[in-house]
């Protein structure tokens, strides 16, 4: 009978450890890792960091800390990367490809880290940031997150959870004031962005 007992043990060991393994698995196939989240590359005024691609023409952000007066530490890794406003309406945004297409009517979370820089070169007010998904390189299809202005220089963390109206396979994040036309020399600074999961079910 200790023989019998034993063996059903080590049975039901054995298969609680495969169940973890396969449910491990499946939680990081369930998850979009973005390349370069947390925007690691040389500090650089006017440079995109690798993984990403610029989104609005002749304008392009600037891989921080080290240039244009701001100094503020990275909230995870080295660098992270700084946007503007100008008073003509231009605005900066970057993107890219995801590795996974995000599915229509699937809950997806993730998380950014956000702060402000009062010394950027004279470009010192608040913005927000949106963060737009698509089908195609910088598109708008959908917005799924405006924050409130920042004006803190201490990061911040937020969470952002959506469902995609149609498949998507781009992310787009850029700086912003308001819609039309305005008039405003800002920054947003922008760090540590998680990966995209399915949203528990919990």
């Known amino acids: 009978m200790m023989k019998g007992k034993t063996y059903i043990t080590l049975f039901n060991i054995k298969y ?10 499946t939680q990081i196939t369930a998850q979009i890792q973005l390349n370069n989240p947390s925007f690691e590359d040389t500090p650089s005024d006017a440079t995109t960091p690798m993984g990403w691609f610029e989104c609005e023409e002749h304008t392009t952000p600037d891989i921080m800390p080290g240039y244009w007066g701001v100094y503020n530490e990275a909230s995870e890794g080295e660098t992270f990367v700084g946007m503007i406003t100008r008073e003509n309406g231009t605005y900066e945004s970057i993107g ?7 599915k229509e009517g699937i809950c997806y979370r993730f ?3 956000l702060a402000h820089s009062d010394s950027y070169s004279g470009y010192n007010e608040s913005l927000k940031l949106r963060v737009w998904i698509a089908d195609k390189k910088c598109g708008e299809q959908q917005l799924v997150f405006e924050s409130p202005l920042i004006d803190e220089i201490e990061w911040q963390n937020f969470k952002i959870e959506f469902s995609p109206e149609k498949d998507a396979k781009y992310i787009m994040i850029e700086a912003f004031f308001k819609e039309g036309r305005f008039k405003r020399k800002g920054n947003i600074l922008i760090d540590n962005v998680s990966p995209i999961r399915v949203c528990s079910r919990v």
């Open 111 to 113: 998380s950014l880290d």
């Open 96 to 102: 890219q490809r995801l590795s996974k297409t995000m």
């Open 16 to 25: 609680s450890i495969f169940l973890f393994a396969i449910l491990s698995c």
